[in-house]
């Protein structure tokens, strides 16, 4: 069956980088493309953008641009985001998530997330 | 961007009636718009995809309707793990977003 696990919780210090990895399985890896989405705590979801796995090719909310980095290794079948200058409001859980099909946009399914603090 | 404003914020129903949900968009989507599950420490799962096609295991009870902007997803009957939160999501212009939720909880 199609799996997408994430790494573990990560804390941080403001101004620091964070890198959150999603191995996936189960699957065709190049075969669809794959987003990423926080959820702050007790609040709703946001969407940062996506990678396309064959080409490595990313398209980002512009909310993020310049601050998010998605790269992916396609011998291990694993994506990667990448945000830095990282602030207390970007205190959330990650999810990545894998297009239902190629470049369609609907997210299914999806990784358990992974829970970044910022805190000084 | 495309702004998806859900309503009511808070349903408040009993195991076996009917929930109704809104999803209203700021500009046209078209179909284009998704709705996902969300229960507490879990991640999303989604429902229905292109405003009526249910998910690959979605029961029946879960319906969705609608176009432009305006979008209804139904649960015919309530079953108890149906308590949860949730989302619609927009595919129709950059960037992908999100209503702000309706959580469904039990009276």
């Known amino acids: 069956q199609v799996q997408l696990v994430q790494s573990g919780a990560e804390v941080k210090k403001p101004g620091a980088s964070v890198k959150v990895s999603c191995k996936t399985s189960?699957?065709?890896?190049?075969?669809?493309?794959m987003h990423w989405v926080r959820q702050a705590p007790g609040h709703g979801l946001e969407w940062m953008g996506r990678?396309?796995?064959?080409?490595?090719?990313?398209n980002y909310a512009q909310k993020f641009q310049g601050r998010v980095t998605m790269t992916r290794v396609t011998s291990i079948t694993t994506a990667y985001m990448e945000l830095s200058s990282l602030r207390s409001d970007d205190t959330a859980v990650y999810y990545c998530a894998r297009d239902l099909h190629w470049a369609d946009n609907w997210f299914d399914p999806w990784g358990q997330g992974t829970l970044v603090t910022v805190s000084s | 961007e495309n702004v998806l404003t859900q309503s009511p914020a808070t349903l408040s129903l009993s195991p076996g009636q009917r929930a109704t949900l809104s999803c209203r968009a700021s500009?046209?989507?078209?179909?284009?718009l998704a709705w996902y599950q969300q229960k507490p420490g879990q991640a999303p799962r989604l429902l229905i995809f292109d405003a009526s096609n249910r998910a690959s295991g979605i029961p029946a009870r879960f319906s969705g309707s609608g176009s432009g902007t305006d979008f209804t997803l139904t649960i015919s009957s309530l079953e108890p793990e149906d308590f949860a939160v949730y989302y619609c999501?927009?595919?129709?212009?950059?960037?992908?977003?999100f209503g702000g939720g309706t959580k469904v909880e039990i009276k």
């Open positions: 999501q927009q595919r129709n212009k950059w960037p992908l977003t």
């Open positions: 500009q046209s989507v078209s179909t284009y």
């Open positions: 990678i396309n796995p064959n080409t490595g090719d990313a």
């Open positions: 189960g699957y065709t890896f190049t075969d669809y493309y």
